[in-house]
């Protein structure tokens, strides 16, 4: 768990304009355990995350449970990444899942996503089938 004064340092460097974010210790200063209440409590996540913004757009990205260097070596990477690709490809890298989800899809791209997670198949009758 990152110590108080870690976090205190954290908090100092972000508040700092610039910074060389090619280096890993602007990253170190940004890395974080997110926190959060289950029935009360205060816990802590065992992962890294990060937020990173560009092109007017802020996102939170998990980085695993690896140690501090590794957590901002990746990040760094991530960053590097956004910046010569775009929001799309790194979604697509670095959380293929999240890319891969519609917001509006089509009614056949939902069936079709119902289809492949349904425990039952149906069969739906086409016109050729089906006599009056």
Sequence with gaps: MLQDSTFKNAQAVRKQSGGDKTKLAYWKARIFRPTY??????????????????????????????????AAARARAMYLFLIANGWEATRAKYNPTAAARQADPTVGQFIAAVEKRSYSRMTLATSDEVQI
């Design 37 to 70: 209440m289950r029935d009360g409590q205060k816990l802590t996540s065992p992962n890294f995350c990060v937020e990173m913004q560009h092109d007017g757009v802020r996102a939170r990205w998990s980085l695993g449970p690896a140690n501090l260097e590794a």
